[in-house]
């Protein structure tokens, strides 16, 4: 199994639409960028036959400190959640 990487998402695009690859790295990254900051804003993010993004608040609890035993009370904390759309895992499944 192969990890892609941002670079190689921008290397594939600037060979497959000839573009050059500065170029395409703004446009990737400024991506990106509206992305983050319409998730810190708690924005949802919907990008057809991909998927959602948005982000949840997960509720704190009452932990327990492994080495001592002792509760220890975790947070709330935000987290972003993604489902992928029907398209998506259509796909996926079609490749396995």
Do not use: H, Y
């Amino acid at each position: 199994m192969a990890t892609l990487t941002k670079k190689d998402i921008i290397m594939r695009i600037a060979e497959e639409c000839r573009i050059k690859q500065i170029d395409v790295k703004e446009v990737v990254q400024q991506t990106f960028d509206i992305i983050v900051d319409a998730l810190s804003k708690g924005d949802k993010l919907e990008l057809r036959n991909f998927g959602i993004f948005k982000v949840k608040t997960r509720k704190g609890r009452l932990g327990r400190n492994p080495r001592t035993g002792d509760g220890v009370t975790i947070p709330d904390k935000k987290v972003v959640s993604f489902k992928a759309g029907m398209k998506m895992r259509s796909d996926v499944k079609k490749d396995v």
